[in-house]
Every structure is written in structure tokens, then in C-alpha cells.
């Protein structure tokens, strides 16, 4: 059974930082890429950040770049998300989620992990 648990959420002043975790099982993690998302109240879906675990290779959103930086640990079969300088904006359920490398779609989501910045 595939299972991507996501932990690290907390509530943190602006320009405060956290790191998320999305533990994964159930699959051959290094044949697959894993996303990371966020979903603030009444507003869709958004991409955060991208990493592929076949090459390494990332890839973020303009929101996110030069304060985010996605890494995995192959061995614990984890990935992480290390938000620095964070804004009200960045408020948000995050979620974790999982792709075959080659393909487009994500197939497996996570729970989510609530995070809040306060002014």
C-alpha cells in the first residue's frame, strides 16, 4: 500500500522558518518524483516545489524560490521541505505527492500538514 505521510506543520511568526517531512512507502521511491503542494483557504491547489528522485533534479515556483529548498533522503525514503523567510501568505494545508518520474500526474497524495504564519 502506497502511503506519503506528511509532519513538520506548526504555527510560526513571519519570517520564521519549518521544515516538512513526507515520509513515503509501498513504492520504488527512486523510480518516482515527488511534489510538494499547498492549498490556503478558498483558493486552488498550487505547486510549491519538485523533486525527482531518478536524477535529482528540482524545480520550484516563483513564490518559492530563494526561501524553499526541497531535498530528499533516499535512505529514509523522505522527502523534505526547508521553508525559510515565511510570510502570511504562506499560510496554507501542505501536501506531499508522488509521480513516476516520467510521468505527469501525481497518483498518490498525502494527508497534509497545516501551516500558519502569523503577522
Known amino acids: 500500500e502506497v502511503q506519503l505521510v506528511e509532519s513538520g506543520g506548526d504555527l510560526v511568526q513571519t519570517g520564521g522558518s519549518l521544515r516538512l517531512s513526507c515520509a513515503a512507502s509501498?513504492?520504488?521511491?527512486?523510480?518516482?518524483?515527488i511534489g510538494w503542494f499547498h492549498q490556503a483557504p478558498g483558493k486552488e491547489e498550487e505547486g510549491v516545489a519538485y523533486?525527482?528522485?531518478?536524477?535529482?533534479?528540482?524545480s520550484y515556483t516563483r513564490s518559492a524560490m530563494g526561501r524553499f529548498t526541497i531535498s530528499s533522503d533516499n535512505a529514509k525514503n523522505t522527502v523534505y521541505l526547508q521553508m525559510n523567510s515565511l510570510k502570511p501568505e504562506d499560510t496554507a494545508v501542505y501536501f506531499c505527492?508522488?509521480?513516476?518520474?516520467?510521468?505527469?500526474?501525481?497518483?498518490?497524495w498525502g494527508q497534509g500538514t497545516q501551516v500558519t504564519v502569523s503577522s
Open positions: 505527492a508522488a509521480k513516476i518520474w516520467s510521468l505527469n500526474s501525481y497518483d498518490y
Open positions: 509501498g513504492f520504488n521511491f527512486g523510480e518516482f518524483a
Open positions: 523533486i525527482s528522485m531518478r536524477d535529482g533534479k528540482t
